[in-house]
């Protein structure tokens, strides 16, 4: 990713690709002092772009780590990106992390915090899994408790054991992982939120232990105004079983059917298939 033409924005100002570095005393790389965003840009708009931006102040208040730039900049900035890479549909990542400074110990408050965007182009998360079914492992790692680490935010402290766990099902021929949270109960992906149907009914985890996704609530939205009903409840890993449809919503992931969890199978469904097309709709529409 590194050598390539185009502009990515840091701290304020467009600089070229191949110059977006930064010191390798940088705060963020030692302590994992940092919070992004993933956004997806569809014939030149973001969607939900504004609940993104707020949704990264939300994280570094979180981290006790101001953002230095408004809702305001930070949309200027994405759009600043997208047009001096000339893309209408493209990744959005935002990045804003504790810089070089005066401290190299963990407390930092006088170490700037810095800020970038970067954007490129990123197809199917999940490749040819969109139409038949992601298979995922179990992950072995736990998504940790609210009193362990803010996990309301999107930091990038939470996602070591994605990566981890990425990795582990990838060298199981699995497309992604599926976490349970520390009380045991089923939580989400490594990067997506997941939902299941059963008997025309919906039903996904309470988001009190992990991301409550974006796309996650956009798509609640849209089941209910359809008049399908959305259960919110904890899900014991037991129930798998009896679930007929899954699916995963994420920015990146947009809305996945999963064909396979463990030893589970669900089959792709009209309902996922309803729903993914609904998404792909209401995202360019
Ligand atoms: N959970 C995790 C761990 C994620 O990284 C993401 C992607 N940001 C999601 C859920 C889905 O969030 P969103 O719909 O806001 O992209």
Request: include cysteine; charge should be negative.
């Amino acid at each position: 990713y590194e050598d390539r033409d185009g502009y990515i924005w840091m701290d304020g100002t467009l600089v070229d690709w191949r110059d977006a570095k930064v010191h390798i005393l940088t705060h963020a790389m030692h302590y994992a002092s940092a919070v992004f965003e993933g956004e997806r840009c569809y014939n030149g708009t973001i969607f939900k772009s504004v609940e993104h931006s707020e949704r990264l102040i939300a994280s570094g208040k979180a981290l006790d780590m101001p953002i230095p730039y408004s809702v305001e900049e930070i949309e200027k900035a994405k759009y600043d990106v997208l047009k001096a890479n000339g893309w209408d549909n493209a990744y959005v990542r935002v990045l804003a992390w504790r810089g070089a400074g005066e401290d190299m110990g963990v407390a930092a408050n006088k170490n700037p915090v810095r800020m970038a965007v970067a954007a490129w182009e990123w197809g199917a998360y999940y490749g040819d899994a969109k139409m038949q079914g992601a298979k995922l492992d179990i992950a072995k790692w736990k998504r940790p408790s609210p009193e362990t680490i803010p996990t309301a935010a999107k930091a990038a402290g939470l996602y070591m054991i994605c990566t981890m766990s990425k990795h582990a099902a990838e060298a199981k021929g699995c497309s992604d992982a599926l976490f349970m949270d520390y009380r045991g109960y089923v939580a989400e992906a490594t990067g997506a939120n997941i939902f299941f149907v059963k008997d025309g009914e919906v039903h996904t985890p309470i988001p009190d232990a992990i991301l409550n996704g974006i796309t996650r609530q956009t798509v609640i939205a849209m089941l209910k105004d359809k008049g399908v009903t959305v259960h919110e409840r904890r899900i014991l890993p037991e129930e798998l079983e009896g679930f007929e449809q899954c699916f995963l919503t994420g920015t990146a992931a947009e809305v996945t059917p999963v064909g396979q969890i463990g030893d589970y199978m669900f089959e792709v469904g009209a309902l996922t298939r309803e729903i993914s097309e609904d998404y792909e709709k209401l995202v360019r529409s």
